[in-house]
């Protein structure tokens, strides 16, 4: 055992888990933030996906130990209220950027990050580009076209 | 997950001699093979010594005509470095066609180069470019580093702590994903190099990333994508899976080295 202490959505955090406690379990089971979602057990899916430090990962392949100290940051952390989302959000709202809504949160976690990665490298977010970035978030229902284009309208109305 | 005990280490002597100390421990770099591997019960070591937060090894320099990597920089550095991109151009994009953004955030050159998958992309660039591993101990050629499936020269407990690249004249990287996993079926790195063309094949050789000689004498001779045209790959040496057989991928061989060259 061992007292992991992080940042999660600009809250201390400190919980005393079993070494081997992998991130995602942490932020579920711990810190009962239920947004992260694990859809595999082979690190491929991306529903998982968190920021780390600022970076995108996927929280089902890191263990919570190695983010001691991090600046975590889930779903949950997204929006500044219930009632004022984030852009990336309304956008998947908007373009019917999901059906069931498993995959979502790991998709939205990954636009953000594509989309602040790409502003910061001077890159162009276009439909080829987002589809290539999407590599490691799979969808079982929309078919990813209405994700791309919640991501392109999301990108843009992103500040 | 079987239990384990997590340990960060601070450098390379922290790590080393933690180890040592250990039962049955492991380096743990960024996870993306290991963690994996211990969800699925297939590994369980007693103890995880972390060498990803390690600074010394998370540094990206050229000297000359040596571009060095540490072992800890993870492929989204290298694939984002302006300094591997103008050095080494075939690294970069080697380095972001790994898997996917989020496995490129955590996934480190020294875990992939130890773990030596036989699909993996960076022991095609380590050979292909004739790089050298340097680790905790010593330096090792990549053309005695990769020894077989899984297997690298690397002693019990020894350390990857960077892997130095000589500037190619000219070099290219062309990889056949598999289409889920986004390994190599086949992928291929040719370079011009100091010491002639080098040839090395990844996801097909059925004992793991190999040199092609064949490949090496024709792309000597003239260096096109035509020349690789009829040059043949013994199918007796390569893997056959679900995702190709050995004819498949033999001829694949070929295809993604004549597109290597077009990358270079
Ligand atoms: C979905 C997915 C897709 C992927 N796609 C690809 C792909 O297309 N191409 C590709 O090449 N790889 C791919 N990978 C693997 C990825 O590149 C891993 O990052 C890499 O294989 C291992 O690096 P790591 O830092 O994560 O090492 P870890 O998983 O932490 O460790 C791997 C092994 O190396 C040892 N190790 C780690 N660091 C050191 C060190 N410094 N010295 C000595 N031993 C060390 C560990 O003990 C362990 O045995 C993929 C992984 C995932 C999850
Ligand atoms: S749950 Fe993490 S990648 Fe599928
Ligand atoms: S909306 Fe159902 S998995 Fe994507």
Redesign the interface.
Known sequence: M?KVSMTVNGKARSVEV???T?LVDYIRENLRLTGTHVGC????C?AC?VHVDG????S????A??A?GAEVTTIEGVAASKDDLHPMQVAFKENHGLQCGFCTPGMIM?AT??VS?YKA?GKTLDEPAIRE?L???ICRCTGYHNIVKAIADGASKMA | MYDTTYYRASSVSDATSKLAGTEDGKFLGGGQTLIPTMKQRLAAPSDLVDVSGIDALKNISVEGDTVTIGAACTHAQVAGSSEVAEAIPALASLANGIGDPAVRARGTIGGSIANNDPAADYPAGCLGLGATIVTDAREIPADEFFVGMFETALDEGEMVTAVKFPKATKAGYAKFPNPASRYAMVGVLAAQTANGVRVAVTGAGNDGVFRHAALEEALGANWSADATQGVSTDEGDMLADIHGSAEYRAHLVGVMAGRAVDNS
Do not use: I
């Not at chain 1, 089902?60 to 263990?63: D, F, I, K, P, W």
């Open positions: 061992t079993p070494d081997n992998l057990d082979t690190s491929q991306g996906v970076q995108a990962v996927k089902c392949t890191m263990l130990a190695a001691e990954a990050d594509m990665r490298a970035e590599e490691g978030n």
